[in-house]
């Protein structure tokens, strides 16, 4: 699910930049900094949508380093148990597929994929496939997620297409 | 998905043996993890001497979630620690078994599992074993692997194929990354770009046809695939490999497919399914994958690299197949780091680089070769080309070879445990990598072989015009050179042809025997597909009972003795060899028994030898019979290889003279032998087709050490006794003979040593011939006349003439000190030669000779 959050990030400057276009650099740097990473708290941040303060730099004795507390607006990623969400297939092997559903790679096993679609080994490339659907890299899916385990800085998540609704979408 | 209930077992750790105090969870309850299921009491005695045994309590804790099924224990019940091993203590019906996990979650029902709690169990432990290519794949149970292979299986049966792993490095490809190759192909590709040029405007085609000369392994490198693996840079690639640039980028690899790889891939795709098992990186796996297979039908992403493996020592075939490998074939180079397993079959490597070995296997432990020769130079031992001493000689030579200084073999598996000597290893085989890029084995090896052709022209013209051209071929790649250079890297592989049709056999097989028993299974009524499946115990088709009776077929009926191939101080039924003998059909025996049919034997002259060759109709054969009949899986013809008995070329030949230290030494003395101006006038003096004939017949019918010996005794004798011998040399009709054979043996220890030269090969056919002739003529008879006149004339050694006939006749009666030593299997020929002669100077040779004998006999026996 798709948030927009409020989050702060430190941004340590050096004093070769302290300068006219200080600001513009810092800009560039949480930009480059905070987007696409991810935490387990938040999920995913997608995109910085406003910076809300840049911070007033505090000058840190000792390294003569600025720092600055900024607070910005982004657009965050958290995926949730029961979530219903859109994928593209990006990895099939014989125990089920691998969706990428933006930045999140969801794992879709075979148990959890309705039995008319089996595995096909001699396929090229390999896929699911039953008598009008098919399974296969780059195919549209929409999976419900089971699962989601959350470490410090990833997120894993597993997801099922054995229900009404699920699976290849055009 | 709960099929069955779940044991549970004790843990190990509980102070055994226990007795159950209570059950705290009833049968059909649900418990989850963390619920008390029974409690348990234990005698301790506590560490303070003197104490008093007390009884203390603990309680046993659910580690996973359902409803108890069954309790298998009562209250009251003594527990041992063996009994807690063997049987559950509790069925337990769960909703999810967690059978298949990734990346700590369960795929089925998305649980987190990498719970640790005070329970000590954590789920993730449930499913570990990994049966994809890809290494962030799910990890499944065994259960589940057994299922999904089963599923597998069923599929491939209906396909009618079988899974093939196939390894990449010297089996299908050969890689290097000496930028020679990239110069030479940079050379082909401008001469072929000349020619166009000159197909297009043709009036020039006269002026420059005799100069413009193509690299001389254009012709085999056209195909060589190349790419750059590391850090990518999108900058122009430069062509000259020079610049800086082209350092930093990391090497540049060179793919040379195997001939005939393309038809080979696309037949076995039909019946197999086909994985790639490489110790490259998965980088480089890739990237070969898309020479060899640019579409992807073939492997279909089935591609397992060291990154995934697990082991950089080993190869698993459990990596992919976890449980049932019936219907798995392997065909690898390396027999060893598949722990040989009987789904493997062997392929002969693919050495296209000469001399550069498996660019990724340069922490392997250095295979050895079962005998000291390279199969590839033994492969022909009399018919090797007169060109390439440095090609033939073994890799070990090349200063280039991998890895010189790997201390590995001594405990490979104990050095992949840890990861720093992993690492330690990959730095190894980066610098091997690095070494090559630099040293440039490639160059120097044709540099060599350059150097070599131009010797034959060196012999048979002037001197000083081979000396020119062989120089301008060392400084310059000089094109206006006029005979075309020899190739280093030649295109004359065949081994997939031969490995198509072994897998074709082991395809055909299989399926054969499947549908027979399919067959038989459709005749009984009842019959299901469940019950074949349940019925494991008799699985008559398996490729791992299929294979190596296939390698049986081979030397089938063939009963081995080993001559001087295995050392003394080894036990020979461990020793390789003879392994691999038994894996390919034949027996072996460490002694000449009746059954005996082939003597496998490094070289000549050894009393196995000579006990066989006296016996008759058992081939007597040179290591490389063996070998190549185990390479490429036939039995080879053995008339290639046997190992003649009459070595007759005229003269030493100088390079081979290093063949064995122990003969270099006898060298010396044969020359001061043959030197002696006397000898040398009497052997001018006599009829040299006579005395050929009579050598040849005589070396027929006894050519062994003792033989060797008595005449080296001789010999010795002659340096001291010059007169003598010369005189006896003109008097009877024996010494001609000794004398020539003496002669004879002077050339023997270079000749079958390494036996390289053409002129031998040239000489053996007509020679071989006059061989048969003489025999026949003589009927090996020459010699036993001359002994008896000699014995006539000698009188006391009567003895040993009689003895003559008898193959076991032990000879230690008769001729003085040395005959003490000599073991009693061949002496019989000799007794009477040694005891006629011996007459006069025995008080000298004797002596002298014991020494030399001693030294020899142990010599043969280490070497």
């Given amino acids: ?170 | 998905m709960a099929s069955s209930a779940t044991e549970l077992f004790l843990p190990p750790s509980f102070p055994y043996p226990i007795k159950v105090v209570s059950i705290d969870a009833s049968s059909s309850s649900v418990v989850q993890r963390g619920t008390r299921l029974l409690s348990y009491s234990f005698v301790h005695v506590p560490a303070q001497p003197n104490a008093q045994p007390e009884s203390r309590f603990g309680t046993w804790d659910s580690a996973i979630d359902g409803t108890i099924q069954a309790w298998k224990v009562r209250v009251g019940d003594v527990i041992s620690q063996r009994k807690a091993k063997e049987r559950p203590v509790v069925l337990i019906l769960e909703e999810c078994k967690h059978g298949m996990q990734i990346s700590g979650l369960c795929v089925l029902c998305g649980k987190d599992m990498t719970n640790s709690d005070y329970i000590g169990f954590a789920d993730s432990s449930r499913a570990h074993i990994q049966m994809t290519h890809s290494a962030n794949g799910p990890l499944v149970s065994l259960e589940e692997a057994q299922r999904l292979e089963k599923e597998t299986a069923e599929d491939l049966l209906k396909s009618r194929k079988l899974s093939l792993i196939v390894d990449l490095d010297q089996t299908i490809v050969h890689a290097t990354v000496d930028p020679t190759v990239g110069e030479w192909r940079a050379e082909g590709a401008a001469w072929k770009a000349r020619q166009a040029a000159k197909k297009n405007d043709l009036g020039d085609l006269n002026n420059s046809e005799g100069e413009d000369e193509c690299n001389p392994n254009w012709e085999a490198l056209e195909d060589v695939g190349e790419f750059r693996l590391g850090p990518e840079t999108f900058g122009l690639p430069s062509n000259k490999g020079k610049s800086k640039m082209v350092e930093s980028d990391g090497p540049v690899y060179y793919i040379k497919r195997r001939p005939g790889w393309q038809e080979f891939l696309e037949d076995m795709a039909t019946k197999y399914q086909m994985h790639v098992y490489t110790m490259g990186t998965r980088a480089y796996a890739e990237q070969v994958c898309a020479l060899i297979d640019p579409v992807g039908k073939v492997f279909g992403g089935r591609l397992l690299s060291r990154d995934e493996s697990g082991s950089l020592t080993q190869k698993s075939l459990q990596r992919l197949f976890p449980c049932d490998t019936s219907m798995v074939v392997i065909i690898d180079d390396r027999a060893d780091v598949w722990e040989w397993s009987p789904n493997l079959v062997k392929v002969v490597p693919y050495d296209f680089f000469v001399g550069i070995g498996d660019i990724n296997s340069a922490f392997l432990p250095k295979i050895e070769p079962l005998t000291p020769v390279v199969p590839p130079a033994a492969a022909v031992p009399q018919a090797s080309p007169v060109t390439d001493p440095a090609m033939d000689s073994p890799p070990s030579a090349d200063p280039a070879q991998v890895n010189p200084s790997l201390p590995a073999p001594a405990s490979p598996l104990e050095a992949a445990k840890t990861e720093l000597t992993e690492k330690a290893m990959l730095t190894q085989n980066t610098i091997a990598l690095e070494a090559q890029v630099e040293e440039r084995p490639l160059a120097k090896k044709q540099e060599e072989l350059q150097v070599a052709s131009a010797d034959p022209p060196t012999a048979i013209g002037s001197q000083a015009a081979s000396k020119d051209t062989k120089i301008a071929e060392s400084t310059v790649p000089a094109p206006e050179k006029p005979p075309r250079k020899a190739a280093l890297l030649k295109n004359d592989d065949h081994e997939l042809q031969r490995l198509g049709k072994i897998l074709d056999e082991v395809h055909r097989r299989f399926f054969t025997e499947y549908e027979a028993r399919r067959a038989a299974d459709k005749v009984k009524p009842s019959s299901s597909r469940k019950r074949r499946d349940s019925i494991k115990p008799k699985p008559a088709y398996d490729v791992t009972l299929i294979i190596p009776h296939i390698r049986s077929e081979v030397l089938d009926g063939v009963h081995i003795l080993f001559s001087s191939v295995i050392p003394l101080d080894t036990n020979p039924e461990a020793t390789e060899i003879w392994r691999m003998a038994l894996m390919f059909g034949a027996k072996c025996s460490t002694e000449l028994t009746a059954d005996v049919t082939h003597v496998v034997a490094a070289k000549r002259g050894t009393v196995k030898v000579d006990a066989a060759r006296k016996r008759g109709g058992i081939k007597i054969v040179w290591v490389a019979w063996f070998t190549d009949c185990i390479a490429l899986w036939r039995r080879q013809d053995e008339t290639a290889y046997l190992l003649d008995d009459a070595p007759t070329v005229p003269a030493a030949d100088p390079l081979q003279a290093s063949a064995l230290s122990d003969e270099a030494a006898d060298d010396e003395e044969w020359d001061g032998g043959e030197g002696g101006g006397n000898t040398d006038l009497a052997i001018a003096a006599i009829n040299w087709d006579d005395i050929n004939d009579e050598v040849d017949a005589a070396m027929n019918e006894s050519d062994d050490d003792e033989d060797a010996r008595s005449e080296r005794s001789a010999m010795s004798e002659d340096d001291w006794t010059d007169d003598a011998s010369s005189i006896q040399t003109t008097s009877g009709p024996s010494t001609p003979t000794r004398l020539k054979r003496k002669r004879l043996r002077s050339v023997t220890p270079s000749a079958d040593g390494t036996l390289g030269n053409g002129t031998r090969d040239v000489l053996r056919s007509p020679l071989a011939k006059r061989k048969k002739v003489a025999a026949e003529r003589t009927g090996y008879s020459k010699l036993k006349e001359a002994i008896s006149a000699e014995d006539v004339h000698g009188g006391g050694a009567g003895a040993g003439t009689q003895r003559q006939g008898s193959v076991e006749g032990d000879g230690d009666g008769d001729s003085g000190g040395q005959a003490q030593v000599s073991s009693p299997g061949s002496r019989g020929s000799d007794d009477g030669t040694q005891g006629g002669e011996e007459e006069e100077d025995d008080d000298e040779g004797g002596g002298d000779d014991d020494d030399d004998f001693l030294a020899r006999e142990l010599e043969e026996e280490w070497g």
């Avoid at chain 1, 600025?66 to 994928?87: C, H, L, N, Q, S």
């Avoid at chain 1, 691998?98 to 001699?122: E, T, Y």
């Fill in chain 1, 1 to 170: 699910m798709f948030f927009i959050k409020e989050l702060t990030h430190t941004i340590l400057l050096h004093p070769s930049y302290f300068g006219p276009r200080m600001l513009s650099f810092l800009e560039s740097k949480l930009y480059s900094d905070v987007e696409g990473t991810c935490s387990g708290q938040f999920g995913y941040i997608i995109a910085v949508v406003s910076i809300l303060d840049i911070g007033k730099g505090m000058v840190l004795s000792g390294s003569g380093q600025a720092e600055f507390i900024t607070r910005y607006r982004a657009i965050v990623f958290k995926p949730f148990k029961g979530e219903v969400v859109d994928g593209v297939v990006n990895n099939v092997n014989k125990m089920g597929f691998f969706a990428d559903v933006g930045p999140l790679s969801v794992f879709v096993s075979h148990q959890l994929i309705h039995p008319d679609l089996r595995f096909d080994s001699n396929s090229n490339p390999p896929s699911f496939a039953s008598v009008d659907q098919i399974i296969e890299k780059s195919t549209h899916v929409r999976l419900k997620i089971v699962g989601t385990r959350v470490d410090a800085t990833e997120i894993f998540a597993i997801g099922t297409i054995k229900e009404d609704h699920l699976g290849v979408i055009d």
